[in-house]
């Protein structure tokens, strides 16, 4: 049982270049999510799906994409690439009522120069 | 609407004296509470939840946390730091929407132990 993999864990970008970072997670949960984080300011949910086939917008969306073709895998894109996206990502998957405990991927360190 | 305020960000403290973590919270509904951890370039960790059975909440490596409605806080204590707690702690506030969960972090708190 890995729980949620992440890839890649560093990644550097000019800026305008596109990429995708991904997230699989093994545990078969129906919610899963996408933040970064950044000095001072905690986690800040860009996109989650509550299930296959099903995606919405967080509190910072602009610029990301994100696709549920599968319970398995939520990949974040990245469609062109600025400075201001340089962050730390973490993707999560959140099990069933009523804890709503997230279960974290070990990020991926993004720098866009 | 629900937020969640760390009262502090930054706390240091001497190894072997008590620790204290400040986390005030708002909701609309009946929440679940969450402390995670994060050590320098590692991914989150889950110290403790609750979710509205016992207040005084025990977590993993001797942290507890005791919910008080009245006071709309979850603060996070432990009766004595070490060396290996130093590390950057994360106040979660989570609620269920609809069918959607929807998780809100504090801004967290860098602990720093001092020898």
């Known amino acids: 049982n890995a729980g949620v993999t992440q890839t890649p864990k560093f990644q550097v970008l000019k800026t305008g270049q596109s990429m995708t970072l991904q997230c699989a997670q093994d545990m078969n949960h129906e919610y899963m999510s996408w933040y970064r984080q950044d000095p001072g300011m905690g986690l800040r949910l860009i996109h989650y799906?509550?299930?296959?086939?099903?995606?919405d917008q967080g509190e910072v969306p602009n610029g990301y994409n994100v696709s549920r073709s599968t319970t398995e895998d939520f990949p974040l894109r990245l469609l062109s690439a600025a400075p201001s996206q340089t962050s730390v990502y973490f993707c999560?998957?959140?099990?069933?009522?009523?804890?709503?405990?997230?279960?974290f991927g070990p990020g991926t360190r993004l720098t866009v120069l | 609407a629900q937020s969640v305020t760390q009262l502090d960000s930054h706390v240091s403290v001497s190894e072997g004296t008590p620790v204290l973590l400040r986390c005030n919270y708002s909701?609309?509904?009946?929440?679940?509470l969450f402390w995670y951890v994060q050590h320098p370039n590692k991914g989150l960790q889950l110290l403790l939840k609750?979710?509205?059975?016992?207040?005084l909440v025990k977590g993993i490596n001797g942290f507890e946390a005791e919910f008080k409605k009245s006071e709309t806080s979850f603060h996070l204590t432990k009766p004595s730091a070490h060396m290996s707690d130093a590390a950057e702690y994360f106040c979660v506030v989570s609620n269920l929407l609809g069918s959607a969960r929807q998780l809100t972090f504090g801004s967290g708190t860098q602990l720093t132990v001092l020898p």
């Open positions: 999560a998957s959140t099990g069933g009522l009523p804890y709503n405990e997230q279960f």
């Open positions: 799906s509550v299930g296959a086939g099903i995606t």
């Open positions: 609750y979710t509205s059975a016992a207040t």
């Open positions: 909701s609309s509904y009946s929440p679940s």
